[in-house]
């Protein structure tokens, strides 16, 4: 696609949303968010120096050297599903089926799929769209181009949030369902995800063992980003009643890549991750990766609830680690707070802390959602990565002193992707353990689906200085 067309969307030029400087942040927070895959391609805080996200340097090498998953959003339904024919029942009475395409591994469908036609890794253009234009697409949602809208082009929601207008945005989609009679998920969709950079508040409260822990560290917050989901089946798609849906960003995080001086300190190891509910338990999964229904309770190895007393920052990534590394779906009943403004906080992700020094930087994230995926990227090369097989060449606030171009290496990012659990509308042992008022996993004709995930950025000013 030509950059020159000036009336027409560019897949790779991102959408820059920017909260400036505020009395408890001295810096201001951007987020570059790309119109291809709706992928969050930067976090930058601390004037430009720090950039919170792993992944390329180059926008288009999210598509060109293909799904590595570094910031995109996954839909329609995220991590990995059965392939072929499935049926399940909602709504006490009914019964559904869909029936999947395989990608991503023998008898799985994984992150929505393949993309449409056949499309090689790589191959392909992104489809060619009108500024303005909600032009309709099929596939998984990270090949598909999304259209920025304008105050008054919005359905879904009423407004485009409150603040600076240079700090939020919502993005849109039109999602074409697979034709009756072939494989695919069924329906067409309308998605629109507002994207919002929110200031901290003057004065928090500390009544969580969280918060008192950021605030006795002498951390203070930047802000937050924030991003709502909602979604709708349109009336063209009378004959379905209901079609699996399970929307998340495919994020990951390294808050020490900007730091790095050797190979060692660009990996995630030493991060601490903590997860904040009371009641939390993993996904089994058979040999596809596939959830079995069953949950398990946390052991040495995912023990990412300690208690506060005896690690407060959370479990080192690195310790009892298994050696494939992490890539698990972590659940947990319904919070309080689901059904309001304010969401729960369910996680805490660190920068390497010890007992006589805080974490640089940490990372609060809330959500409604009922689960949370850990994949500590062991799957990418070891280092030195090759670009060309690691999705790209590393960023240049994460290259260290006269390195070559690399891509990003093993364990270079620890993705945490909200949502619901795998296979959750197939499982009804799922549906009991995380006490939802009704069955998740699935959106239902004249219902609008929402899903809410905020992530708070604090900065331990001691640790700046």
């Known amino acids: 696609m030509s950059s020159q067309s000036p009336d027409y969307i560019n897949p790779f030029e991102p959408v820059v949303l920017r909260l400036a400087s505020t009395a408890s942040a001295s810096s201001p927070l951007e987020v570059h968010v790309l119109p291809y895959g709706l992928t969050i391609h930067r976090l930058v805080i601390d004037d430009g120096k720090e950039d919170l996200i792993t992944g390329p340097e180059s926008p288009s090498d999210h598509h060109t050297l293909g799904r590595s998953f570094f910031g995109p ?178 994020w990951g995080f390294n808050l020490t890549a900007s730091q790095a001086k050797d190979e060692a300190s660009s990996r995630i190891d030493d991060h601490q991750l903590r997860l904040l509910p009371s009641d939390v338990g993993r996904l089994a999964l058979d040999e596809r990766g596939i959830a079995t229904g069953e949950i398990l309770k946390l052991d040495e190895a995912h023990g990412w609830t300690s208690s506060p007393s005896s690690s407060p920052w959370g479990k080192r990534v690195a310790t009892a680690m298994p050696q494939q590394g992490y890539d698990d779906f972590y659940l947990w009943p319904t919070a309080a707070g689901n059904d309001t403004a304010s969401l729960p906080a369910v996680a805490l992700l660190s920068s390497p802390a010890s007992s006589s020094s805080a974490p640089r930087t940490s990372l609060v994230f809330r959500t409604d959602q009922h689960g949370v995926q850990f994949y500590s990227a062991n799957g990418q090369p070891a280092a030195p990565a090759p670009p060309e097989e690691s999705g790209g060449a590393r960023k240049l606030a994460h290259r260290r002193d006269g390195e070559q171009q690399e891509g990003n290496a093993m364990r270079t990012a620890a993705f945490l992707e909200f949502g619901e659990p795998h296979c959750c509308f197939l499982r009804p042992r799922l549906q009991e353990f995380v006490r939802a008022s009704k069955d998740v996993g699935l959106l239902r004709k004249g219902e609008t689906y929402v899903n809410r995930v905020e992530v708070e950025i604090w900065q331990s000013k001691a640790q700046k200085a």
Request: hydrophobic share 35%; aromatic share 6%; glycine share 12%.
């Open 73 to 250: 959003i996954v839909g329609r339904f995220a991590n990995r599903l059965p392939a072929g024919q499935n049926s399940f029942n909602y709504d006490s009475t009914e019964v559904g089926s869909v029936d999947l395409p395989e990608w991503g591994g023998d008898g799985v469908c994984h992150h929505g799929g393949p993309a449409v036609g056949g499309e090689q890794e790589g191959a392909g253009e992104p489809v060619k769209a009108k500024k303005g234009q909600l032009l309709p697409q099929r596939g998984p949602f990270d090949r598909m181009v999304w259209t920025k809208l304008e105050e008054g082009q919005m359905q879904l929601f009423d407004k485009l949030a409150e603040g600076e207008p240079q700090s939020k945005a919502i993005f849109a989609l039109h999602s074409i369902g697979a034709p009756a009679g072939h494989q695919g998920f069924h329906g067409d969709i309308r998605i629109e995800v507002r994207i919002a950079l929110k200031a901290a508040k003057a004065e928090q409260a500390e009544t969580t063992s969280h918060t008192k822990l950021l605030h006795d560290s002498g951390a203070s917050s930047s802000g937050s980003v924030s991003i709502e989901y909602r979604a709708s089946l349109l009336p063209r798609s009378s004959e379905v009643q209901v079609t699996p849906f399970n929307l998340t960003h495919h």
